[in-house]
Each structure stands twice: as C-alpha cells, then as structure tokens.
C-alpha cells in the first residue's frame, strides 16, 4: 500500500510541474532581433582608427558635421590635421554641403577621432551610392589603420620595456 501511495504522489508532482511549466512564458527560443531599419534618407557607417570610434549618421541637409553635440570646428578647436580628413571625404566625392553629419566619437586621440569619423562618412556614403566606393577607395578612406597600443606584458613595466638590469 505504500508503494501505490508513493507512486501517486510522483504523478501528482508531474502534474504539477508541467502544469507550471505551461502557464510560464516561454523564454527558451532566443530569437535574434533583426538591425534596426534607418529611414530611407538616413545612412550609418561606423569608422575606427587606433583605439578611437565614431558611429556617424549621414542625413541630406545643408553640410552641418556635428560631433559628440558640437560643431566639428569647434570640437577639434581648428586643428587642420583635424578638420582635413572630414573636408577631404566629402571633396573626393563632390558632395560638399549636400549631407549633414551627426557623429559620437569615444576613445583615442584628437586626429583618429577625426579620421575614424572620416572613415565612418565614407562608409555611409558607400551604403548611399556603390558608385563612390571606387572614389573612396583610391583616396584610401575606406582603409582602416590598424594600429593599437601593445598591452603590457608580465614581468615587464611596459609592453616591452623591461626592468633595469645590472650583472654586478
């Protein structure tokens, strides 16, 4: 008799657990949400150099480069190796004053910011036209700079610089 009782409590507890088990919502299945659409007028291109980033958005205006909430002038304080790269996409493609540029820069120096936001507008004015690439290209906008810092190594003080050493 106390197995029958045993037996009937096990059932019961399945019963239960599944009963549970649907009134739950389901979260198993991850389903992977697809890029966000821009409107048709609205182009994105990421650009990077070195350790800095810049996500740009390209939106036809009247040539306004907004950077991080401020005028590019004004955000690279009207340093000339800053100000030509962005200058220099736009002359490559004949596009001066037809497009506005919203960018956030983060990481990095004052001129690979300007360069990677460079490299971003090129970016999406490739998603804009395919026909610009091969303008892009051969101006060399769309080659990404790959160097970083080296990370320290152990047992060193920097990434190769190692610790003065006397033989007596």
Request: charged content about 30%; hydrophobic content about 35%; some cysteine.
């Amino acid at each position: 008799m106390e197995k029958e009782t045993k037996k009937k409590a096990v059932v019961h507890k399945k019963k239960e657990v599944k009963e549970i088990a649907a009134e739950q919502p389901v979260a198993a299945k991850v389903v992977k949400a697809a890029a966000p659409k821009l409107p048709a007028n609205k182009y994105f291109g990421t650009g990077r150099r070195k350790e800095s980033r810049a996500k740009v958005w390209l939106i036809p205006g009247n040539g306004q480069v907004i950077i991080n909430g401020k005028p590019y002038v004004e955000y690279f304080c009207h340093r000339q190796s800053a100000l030509s790269p962005i200058a220099k996409t736009f002359s490559a493609t004949k596009t001066e004053g037809k497009y506005d540029v919203i960018a956030t820069c983060s990481g990095g120096g004052v001129t690979a910011q300007a360069t990677a936001v460079s490299m971003g507008i090129a970016r999406a004015m490739v998603r804009l036209s395919e026909d610009l690439k091969t303008f892009l290209r051969r101006e060399g906008l769309l080659t990404r700079d790959p160097r970083m810092k080296e990370r320290k190594k152990y047992g060193l003080k920097r990434a190769r610089r190692a610790f003065q050493f006397t033989k007596r």
